[in-house]
Structures are given as C-alpha cells and as structure tokens.
C-alpha cells in the first residue's frame, strides 16, 4: 500500500470546510496536514509542506484565486492544486489552468466530488468541472503540446478583432499570405500588415510564436485551427 496523500485545505467559509473534512477524513490514506483561512499563510504554509494536494476554497478576495495558486505552483511545483468556486465561465476555467490548476471543482455542483478529485489530482491527474470541461480541456491539450512554450499567465491579454483571429486560426492550419489573402478576400500585403499588428499586440518576435501564445492564452479558437484533431 502506498504512502498517505498530504492534504492542506484552505477555506474562509466553516460550511465548506466541514464538507470537505468530513469526506476526506475517514480515508486512511489520506493525510489532513493543515487548515488555513487566509491566503498569506496557505503560501508560506504550502512552501514549507509541500503537501500532495492543495485545497483553495476561499471566497472572493483582494487575491483572485489564480493569481494565488499561480504562486503557490511556483513555490510549490509538485503540489496538485485543487480549487472550489462559484466561477462557472469558461475564460476563467482555462486562467485557471494555465496558473498550474488540476482540479477545478463548482462549489454547488462539485463539492461531493472532493474525494476522487484529490485522489486523480495527487497521482497528476486533472479533475475539471463538467459545465467547463470543453475549455479546460482545450488549455490542457495546448499545454501538454507545447510544454516549453508555455507562457506565464498575464493580466492584460491583447483583444483581436474578427479579421485577426481568422488570421491567426489560418495561420496555425498552415496557410501561407497569399492563401489566406484568397480566403479573406483580401489582399497579401493587408494580412502582412495584420500580421504586423498581431506580432505587436502579443508581443512575440514572429507569426509562429504569436499564434502559439494566441493557442494558448485562449485569444482565438482553438476547434477552427483543427488542431483537436491530431
């Protein structure tokens, strides 16, 4: 039998902690290392244990819960991180992601479900809410298709208009200028000049390089490229 799973859980609402160490407690492989209310000491606390599993389920604060677990996963890399919320958009689900998530759980429709999402997200696993599955799972798919490409989550994303994400999504399928030129309906030298802009809106040194931080910072879609596919 394998070693105890060690769990940290922080939560600022006793109900939900309640919940969640009545369906973890009666698991002997499962290990209860701490309880915290506040977000400054989950970081110095999960530091300092790296504990297995991690569970944040703090209500809204000045801190957004990616950006905490965003620094947790830092400090702490080889803990799963395992989130409750009331965020149901499919935007959030993929930032969350990208911050270094596993478990990505709706307080009232998931929180019955803590027990095998621990169990998954302590073996690498990822454990994602059913209504966000289709954007998480697309996040995933970027992120373990281009694991030394991926790109540290920023605050402010770059906005395309229409013409720049078909740009993009022709871009990723292989389409040269002139290709997707005739496709747009436009001439070569506008796509290079959009191209031109998307490079400066996302800051990246050529057309491959923006599409992949387009890809995997959700700017386009990612079902268009058929990418999917492979």
Do not use: W
Request: charged residues 25%; negative net charge; aromatic residues 6%.
């Amino acid at each position: 039998m394998g070693s105890a799973i060690n769990i940290l859980i922080t939560a600022n609402d006793n109900e939900d902690f309640k919940c969640i160490h009545n369906a973890l407690n009666s698991q002997n492989d499962l290990n209860i290392i701490g309880v915290e209310n506040d977000e400054t000491n989950t970081i110095i606390k999960s530091e300092r244990l790296k504990p297995d599993v991690l569970i944040l389920d703090l209500k809204p604060s000045e801190i957004d819960g990616t950006e905490l677990a965003s620094i947790i996963h830092r400090r702490s890399p080889s803990t799963g991180i395992i989130m409750m919320c009331d965020i149901d958009e499919d935007d959030y689900a993929g930032k969350a992601i990208r911050a270094g998530i596993l478990g990505y759980l709706l307080r009232k429709a998931d929180m019955n479900k803590i027990l095998p999402a621990v169990k998954i997200v302590s073996l690498g696993g990822y454990f994602i809410s059913a209504s966000i599955l289709l954007k998480a799972l697309n996040t995933i798919m970027l992120i373990n298709r281009f694991p030394g490409q991926f790109l540290e989550m920023k605050d402010n994303y770059p906005v395309f208009s229409s013409t720049e994400r078909n740009i993009v999504e022709l871009i990723a399928q292989g389409f040269s200028d002139d290709e997707i030129a005739d496709k747009l309906n436009l001439s070569a030298g506008t796509i290079r000049n959009y191209i031109t802009v998307i490079k400066r809106k996302t800051k990246q040194k050529n057309r491959t390089q923006a599409v992949l931080f387009s890809l995997i910072h959700g700017l386009v879609s990612i079902e268009q490229t058929g990418l999917l596919n492979y």
